[in-house]
């Protein structure tokens, strides 16, 4: 499985951005993308997962409301859309990927045992 992440860039406060993840290689029949975010100085955190099973859809508390997780089957691209972006945002954004043989999904972004990760794309919120 392979994860190719883009979309990061500089916006000021209160933009938006899209970041794309483009996902290959399943060879399952179910998976969950997760995007997670690093911080400098930080540890790495989860920001939001999507299961295939279901379409379920999970977000970290501090992201509620602002950010929204997508996929396209049809483009095999998973999708964060990040609005009223604020600089506590500012991180390497990475999504990953995990996948299953059973009709399981992920229910918390706290789940961190993905087996495939893409390389991060930086996001910085900044005037």
Not at 23 to 47: L, M
Not at 71 to 79: F, G, L, Q, S, T
Not at 90 to 110: H, L, M
Request: glycine content about 10%; some cysteine.
């Amino acid at each position: 499985v392979q994860l190719q992440a883009s979309g990061g860039g500089l916006v000021q406060p209160g933009g938006s951005l899209r970041l794309s993840c483009g996902v290959s290689g399943f060879t399952r029949d179910y998976w969950t993308i997760g995007w997670f975010r690093q911080a400098p100085g930080k540890e790495r955190e989860g920001v939001s997962c999507i299961s295939s099973a279901d379409d379920s859809t999970h977000y970290a508390d501090s992201v509620k409301g602002r950010f929204t997780i997508s996929r396209d089957n049809a483009k095999d691209m998973v999708y964060l859309q990040m609005n009223s972006l604020k600089p506590e945002d500012t991180a390497v954004y990475y999504c990953a990927a995990v996948e299953f043989s059973d009709r399981i999904r992920i229910t918390s972004v706290e789940f961190k045992n993905y087996d495939y990760w893409g390389q991060g794309t930086l996001v910085t919120v900044s005037s």
